[in-house]
């Protein structure tokens, strides 16, 4: 099983909400990581916030509390 279906699988256990993007600009180190010698699986965990990059970033509790929820539930089965 690919790395995103793991974690999509564990997401929907756990019921956490998951969202797939694709970026249209700019860019995350998981694609030069991705990309490294023949390939490393990668995948880029983001929890969705308002006014990035900015001293005022802005996140739902909630968000916050099903993102640790889902990268806890997927370290647990490694």
Do not use: W
């Amino acid at each position: 099983m690919s790395l995103v279906r793991s974690l999509e699988t564990v997401a929907a256990e756990a019921v956490c909400t998951t969202q797939r993007c694709l970026m249209d600009g700019g860019g995350q180190d998981g694609a030069y990581i991705q990309r490294s010698g023949a390939g490393v699986p990668t995948a880029v965990l983001s929890c969705p916030v308002r006014h990035m990059h900015s001293a005022n970033e802005i996140a739902a509790k909630e968000d916050l509390i099903s993102y640790a929820l889902l990268i806890h539930r997927f370290l647990e089965r490694q």
